[in-house]
């Protein structure tokens, strides 16, 4: 019986034995016998391909949105993200959240369908981080109108997927993981709600065209609320009367400036910018003037500034023919038939200024106009006379005086400006945080930044 036992044993085994030989010998590594293995992709998924084009509809839960520090709170209303901010943008503090990595090599527009609620209205700036941690800074703000219905802002990437700050470098669109957000990056301290309805990325074709943009005429009088300017920490902006009144504490070194947004217009046909201003205190401040133009290119290959003189207001003429070149953080040529923006700084580089500057009015103007204000153009005889009476209250187009740097100039935070950012300071642009609420850390020596966004 054992024998027998034995040799069945043998005799049911060796198949068994055979069969693993013979499927040992013919193992190949074809894609039947192969397990399938999840591997990260090398790009993200083209971004109109991904849910039509919706990068965030919130219709989901908000778990993955973080925000920098308590000035700032998340909540779901239906299906939009409300923000509620207190003191928000001078410190640029900031919100965002992960999301799928996404390609937006096809659809570099990004359309917002936004509305806000508060005293002032917030000038709002979106970016974008790549998987490998660099940031697309260079895009304008766009200014959200208060109290107002949703409506469909724009944010034209296309060609700008690029960092300004801390350092150059290019954005890879095809790995892009992260999207944040900045209020008044830089600028006023924004009190308020911001409401986002949809953020979508159409492509270029589908970027509604602008409208004829104005020749010349003014960029505030002051008559109404000042809700369009921004400024630094060390600069402060109210009205008095119909005059815009500019307290500075210290403003110079850091390259402190403020500014504003306005409808665009077609410098082309009008490129002399007329400030009447004065100054008080106990030096005559220097004033520079650049512009920027829609896709958040400045004017500072070509520094335009002026003496502000004490007491008295005057006309001071900033023009800008032949200067529309951009030289930090870039090499660009400005688009003088689309300008949108002004800003200014206070003794940009130079000793801090204590004192105040009032400005009465802002006016872009025609050559002719120029000319007329300023006596040019009349006969001979009387030129030296209209030219030596009207020496005591203004002043002629500003000549370059000086060949602007990288360290002299705002990054469009952008902006700024921040972006734009419309930027509070010019040696440098914020970058964000990539963790919910982060611990604000220690400012620059003369920065008005704070990196709790780092």
Same mark, same amino acid.
């Given at each position: 019986?054992?024998?027998?036992?034995?040799?069945?044993?043998?005799?049911?085994?060796?198949?068994?034995?055979?069969?693993?030989?013979?499927?040992? #010998?013919?193992?190949?590594?074809?894609?039947?016998? *192969? =397990?399938?293995?999840? #591997?990260?992709?090398?790009?993200?998924?083209?971004?109109?391909?991904?849910?039509?084009?919706?990068?965030?509809?919130?219709?989901?839960?908000?778990?993955?949105?973080?925000?920098?520090?308590?000035?700032?709170?998340?909540?779901?209303?239906?299906?939009?993200?409300?923000? *509620?901010?207190?003191?928000?943008?001078?410190?640029?503090?900031?919100?965002?959240?992960?999301?799928?990595? =996404?390609?937006?090599? #096809?659809?570099?527009?990004?359309?917002?369908?936004?509305?806000?609620?508060?005293?002032?209205?917030?000038?709002?700036?979106?970016?974008?981080?790549?998987?490998?941690?660099?940031?697309?800074?260079?895009?304008?703000?766009?200014?959200?109108?208060?109290?107002?219905?949703? *409506?469909?802002?724009?944010?034209?990437?296309?060609?700008?997927?690029?960092?300004?700050?801390?350092?150059?470098?290019?954005?890879?669109?095809?790995?892009?993981?992260?999207?944040?957000?900045?209020?008044?990056?830089?600028?006023?301290?924004?009190?308020?709600?911001?409401?986002?309805?949809? !953020?979508?990325?159409?492509?270029?074709?589908?970027?509604?065209?602008?409208?004829?943009?104005?020749?010349?005429?003014?960029?505030?009088?002051?008559? #109404?609320?000042?809700?369009?300017?921004?400024?630094?920490?060390?600069?402060?902006?109210?009205?008095?009367?119909?005059?815009?009144?500019?307290?500075?504490?210290?403003?110079?070194?850091?390259?402190?400036?403020?500014?504003?947004?306005?409808?665009?217009?077609?410098?082309?046909?009008?490129?002399?910018?007329?400030?009447?201003?004065?100054?008080?205190?106990?030096?005559?401040? !220097?004033?520079?003037?650049?512009?920027?133009?829609?896709?958040?290119?400045?004017?500072?290959?070509?520094? !335009?500034?002026?003496?502000?003189?004490?007491?008295?207001?005057?006309?001071?003429?900033?023009?800008?023919?032949?200067?529309?070149?951009?030289?930090?953080?870039?090499?660009?040529?400005?688009?003088?038939?689309?300008?949108?923006?002004?800003?200014?700084?206070?003794?940009?580089?130079?000793?801090?200024?204590?004192?105040? !500057?009032?400005?009465?009015?802002?006016?872009?103007?025609?050559?002719?106009?120029?000319?007329?204000?300023?006596?040019?153009?009349?006969?001979?005889?009387?030129?030296?006379?209209?030219?030596?009476?009207?020496?005591?209250?203004?002043?002629?187009?500003?000549?370059?005086?000086?060949?602007?740097?990288?360290?002299?100039?705002?990054?469009?935070?952008?902006?700024?400006?921040?972006?734009?950012?419309?930027?509070?300071?010019?040696?440098?642009?914020?970058?964000?945080?990539?963790?919910?609420?982060?611990?604000?850390?220690?400012?620059?020596?003369?920065?008005?930044?704070?990196?709790?966004?780092?």
């Amino acid at each position: 019986m054992k024998k027998f036992f034995k040799y069945s044993i043998k005799v049911l085994f060796l198949p068994v034995i055979f069969s693993g030989c013979v499927s040992l #010998e013919k193992a190949t590594l074809d894609d039947s016998h *192969q =397990l399938a293995v999840a #591997e990260d992709p090398e790009y993200g998924v083209p971004v109109l391909k991904f849910n039509k084009g919706v990068v965030e509809g919130f219709s989901n839960e908000i778990y993955s949105w973080w925000v920098a520090n308590e000035q700032l709170a998340l909540a779901k209303k239906g299906d939009t993200l409300k923000i *509620q901010m207190k003191n928000v943008g001078p410190k640029w503090e900031c919100f965002g959240s992960a999301i799928t990595m =996404l390609d937006f090599t #096809e659809a570099s527009v990004l359309k917002l369908r936004m509305r806000s609620e508060g005293a002032t209205a917030p000038n709002v700036s979106i970016r974008f981080r790549d998987a490998n941690g660099y940031m697309a800074d260079m895009i304008p703000n766009v200014k959200v109108p208060k109290s107002g219905p949703f *409506q469909d802002f724009y944010y034209n990437f296309t060609g700008k997927w690029k960092q300004a700050w801390p350092e150059s470098k290019e954005v890879d669109a095809r790995i892009i993981n992260e999207v944040l957000f900045f209020i008044n990056g830089g600028g006023a301290p924004y009190t308020g709600t911001l409401y986002i309805d949809e !953020i979508k990325a159409i492509p270029l074709s589908e970027l509604p065209a602008a409208g004829p943009a104005a020749v010349g005429g003014i960029i505030d009088d002051f008559s #109404e609320p000042i809700d369009s300017w921004w400024a630094a920490d060390k600069i402060n902006l109210m009205t008095e009367g119909e005059e815009l009144a500019i307290s500075v504490t210290g403003a110079g070194p850091g390259y402190e400036c403020f500014g504003r947004a306005f409808a665009i217009k077609d410098f082309n046909k009008a490129d002399i910018v007329r400030v009447k201003a004065k100054a008080i205190g106990d030096s005559e401040p !220097i004033l520079r003037g650049d512009v920027k133009d829609s896709e958040g290119r400045v004017t500072n290959a070509s520094v !335009i500034s002026h003496k502000i003189a004490l007491n008295e207001y005057r006309d001071y003429f900033y023009d800008y023919k032949d200067k529309f070149s951009q030289v930090y953080p870039d090499n660009q040529t400005v688009n003088p038939a689309e300008i949108k923006d002004i800003l200014f700084f206070i003794n940009p580089g130079g000793p801090a200024f204590e004192g105040k !500057i009032y400005v009465d009015e802002i006016e872009v103007i025609t050559r002719q106009k120029y000319n007329e204000l300023t006596g040019q153009g009349k006969v001979e005889e009387n030129k030296k006379e209209e030219s030596s009476s009207s020496s005591s209250n203004t002043t002629t187009p500003a000549t370059v005086s000086e060949t602007a740097t990288a360290k002299e100039t705002p990054a469009s935070s952008a902006s700024e400006a921040p972006e734009v950012k419309e930027t509070a300071k010019a040696k440098e642009a914020p970058k964000a945080a990539t963790t919910a609420t982060k611990a604000v850390v220690t400012e620059k020596e003369g920065s008005s930044r704070n990196k709790s966004c780092c």
